[in-house]
């Protein structure tokens, strides 16, 4: 077995393989020679055990060789060859290999307890002894380092496996942080544009109101056409409060995930209806088209969130239709669901912002743009509200030029 290099031998291997990019197999390498080295015996302790016992396995058959023949020694002598490698290595095994040709000489060869060979038969004995107690001291030894080279191997994969487990951990907890601050830093930009959206939206109607209010208190002299259409217009601003407040308190539930349709037998037709009808103010100045079949199926829904949909999509497209353009809504059937839509004739919404239109707080350019009165919640409402009650919505381009909001929603069977 070599003997372990001096520290500045050491140091400079550590270098090279630095300079070499292969330090870290260095460094394992060395740790499984330094293991090795400790699991065996020092070199000249491992040979003199192999010598002590070559001689005491030799001085216990003396008693008995004229008895046996030379073969019992020989094979006898070969088991301190055999334990010197497997405790010493290489240098050990071939020092006993040594000591044993020497015994086998000394005390089974005539002349006996000398070195001296007195016939060739017995000279080729002895050298194939020794070539023999070597061979088999050489083996022993490198299977032995074999078997340690693969047990070290195997620690070496166990510890590597640890620390690959370990750093497994680590970047799957790192990945959880990440994801945890990028849902808070979600959570505080919606929380900071919902804010915006609601001081914003909230401050618009209220100052109307208020203005209005202030004038009328203050005895301020006006005609009764004016005084009605004064108070036409705190109505108005109030519905839309309302409305704003109805969307808020949606939003909220979806959030909590309690937005549980309460299911009924609605008649989409007159849903329409009532809610253009509430809306006529809201509407004032467009051209409003129904095409509404009168064999239209009902449907499965929550009456007041269905309202609110419409409602939406309704002021949606009132907001961004041009004066004196038409908005249309209509309705038909669609095998075992019924298909609803809102057309303006609008500058439309680009296929780009189609999707991202209905996440909350999006403001897109064209018919789904965020005016002075959008909050950018209302489509966010729409379609968590029809997609609850199992349907679909999607943004589309109208064939009047303008956008198409099209949503469907499931037939009842008895419809």
Wanted: charged fraction near 25%; glycine fraction near 10%.
């Amino acid at each position: 077995m070599s003997r372990p290099a001096p520290p500045h031998l050491s140091a400079g291997r550590r270098q090279e393989g630095v300079r070499t990019g292969r330090g870290a197999s260095g460094t394992r390498k060395d740790s499984c020679v330094l293991g090795k080295a400790r699991r065996r015996w020092p070199g000249a302790p491992a040979a003199a055990l192999g010598v002590g016992l070559a001689v005491a396995t030799a001085a216990a058959l003396v008693p008995v060789r004229g008895e046996v023949t030379r073969a019992t020694p020989a094979l006898a002598l070969v088991l301190p060859i055999v334990v010197a490698g497997l405790v010493g290595g290489r240098a050990a095994a071939l020092a006993s290999a040594v000591a044993a040709t020497v015994a086998f000489n000394v005390a089974f060869i005539p002349p006996q307890w000398t070195l001296n060979v007195d016939l060739l038969e017995d000279g080729v004995a002895l050298g194939v002894f020794l070539v023999v107690a070597v061979t088999v001291g050489t083996l022993v030894a490198r299977e032995h380092e074999r078997r340690q080279g693969a047990e070290d191997r195997a620690r070496e994969l166990a510890r590597l496996n640890a620390e690959l487990v370990s750093l497994e951990e680590d970047r799957r907890r790192l990945s959880e942080d990440a994801t945890r601050a990028a849902v808070l830093a979600r959570v505080d930009e919606e929380r900071q544009a919902l804010l915006r959206s609601v001081s914003h939206d909230l401050r618009t109607p209220l100052s109307t109101i208020r203005a209005v209010a202030s004038d009328l208190l203050s005895g301020t002299a006006y005609e009764p056409a004016t005084r009605t259409e004064l108070l036409a217009l705190v109505a108005d601003e109030a519905e839309r409060l309302d409305r704003l407040v109805a969307n808020l308190l949606s939003l909220s539930r979806i959030e909590a995930g309690a937005l549980a349709p309460d299911r009924q037998a609605v008649a989409v037709d007159e849903l329409v209806g009532c809610t253009v009808r509430r809306l006529d103010r809201l509407v004032r100045g467009l051209h409003v088209e129904l095409e509404l079949p009168a064999d239209l199926p009902l449907v499965d829904g929550d009456y007041t969130q269905l309202d609110q949909v419409v409602t939406n999509l309704v002021e949606n497209a009132s907001r961004h239709a041009p004066p004196g353009s038409t908005v249309a809504i209509g309705a038909r059937r669609s095998g075992p669901a019924v298909e609803v839509w809102v057309d303006d004739e609008g500058a439309g919404v680009g296929p780009g912002d189609r999707e991202r239109i209905f996440e909350p707080f999006s403001r897109a350019g064209g018919s789904a743009a965020g005016g002075s009165s959008s909050s950018g919640i209302g489509l966010a409402i729409c379609r968590a509200i029809v997609e609850a009650h199992g349907g679909w919505i999607v943004a589309a381009s109208s064939p009047r030029g303008g956008a198409r909001f099209l949503f469907s929603l499931p037939a009842r069977p008895d419809g």
